[in-house]
């Protein structure tokens, strides 16, 4: 088996950007593969904390680090026309000297939407617009005069220069849900892999159908990136793990056991490495070959330390 990517994630929710690059700079250091952001305009769990814009943070971060690949995970395709988001991740992509990979989805944050004056059309709808801005980014980043008329969305003659600095333009991932419809065929035939936050059951299904996609799509299955987003409460000690529910808890105005209750229907890992361990091995053992892993506290560095020492070099 080929050996695994482990990424970090953080959300910009409550978070300076001084905070931000403290994590980025000390996973860059650490030799993290990869680092994302989200793309929220504010916090999914408290909207009335701060939340910086995602692209614009994005290029900041990634001039401010030198080997991580950057992405967000992932980009609401409704929030930006496809031809304008191909110019912001050529942009990134520039900036970074060719370390962007781009998260994309069709989003589900109806809420958001409908609160930034968005329209939040039917799921099959939004996948329809998903698979139209996929070739319009394609088109954009690799031809001279790009143009495409679809339902959603159209380009005539537009010129997109310079192209990105990776050639043929920035890997793309597709966030998936699900094993069923039609996101796992995109994944196949439109993208060069999928990021999920689905079980290990549910996981398990998607990889299969992104499998079979492969075999009709003439791909390679290994040539993918088959990527899980989780979140890790991960200390040394047992004791170092309930004084962390503790302060977590008290930061989000619950009690130790309602906030440890809460992150475990989330599907979070909680425990020490050897824990960590286990439960990250089943994934791999089905096929995922990059992790995504956000930690109990966007700001700390010392989780992504115990990561890196104590789990990463078990799974590799």
Not at 183 to 197: K, S, V
Request: with cysteine; hydrophobic share 35%; net charge positive.
């Amino acid at each position: 088996m080929s050996a695994i990517k482990f990424g970090v994630k953080t959300g910009q929710g409550g978070y300076s950007y001084k905070e931000l690059k403290k994590v980025w700079t000390t996973a860059d250091e650490l030799g993290y593969d990869s680092a994302w952001l989200y793309d929220h305009f504010y916090a999914v769990d408290d909207k009335q904390r701060p939340c910086l814009e995602a692209w614009t943070t994005l290029a900041a971060l990634a001039a401010a680090t030198k080997k991580l690949n950057v992405g967000t995970m992932v980009t609401a395709v409704s929030y930006r026309h496809p031809s304008l988001l191909a110019k912001m991740a050529t942009t990134v992509d520039i900036i970074s000297n060719g370390r962007l990979i781009l998260g994309i989805g069709a989003g589900w944050y109806e809420e958001e939407y409908r609160a930034y004056g968005y329209d939040f059309p039917d799921p099959r709808t939004r996948i329809r617009q998903l698979r139209e801005a996929l070739i319009i980014i394609r088109k954009l980043w690799t031809e001279e005069r790009a143009t495409f008329s679809g339902r959603f969305y159209s380009i005539h003659e537009a010129i997109s220069s310079p192209k990105p600095r990776q050639k043929g333009g920035p890997p793309i991932l597709i966030g998936i849900t699900t094993g069923k419809r039609t996101l796992p065929q995109f994944a196949a035939r439109f993208a060069d892999g999928f990021n999920t936050t689905a079980s290990l059951k549910e996981c398990e299904a998607i990889v299969a159908s992104v499998r079979e996609n492969c075999v009709r799509y003439r791909r390679k299955i290994g040539d993918l990136t088959m990527s899980w987003q989780g979140f890790l409460l991960i200390g040394k000690s047992d004791s170092q793990i309930d004084k962390m529910i503790e302060r977590e808890a008290r930061r989000r105005n619950q009690s130790p056991s309602s906030f440890r209750q809460m992150v475990i229907e989330r599907g979070w890992i909680i425990g020490g490495p050897d824990a960590c361990v286990r439960e990250l091995r089943k994934f791999r053992e089905i096929g995922i070959n990059h992790f995504i892993l956000g930690f109990s506290n966007d700001t700390e560095v010392e989780p992504l330390e115990i990561c890196k020492d104590k789990v990463i070099p078990q799974l590799r």
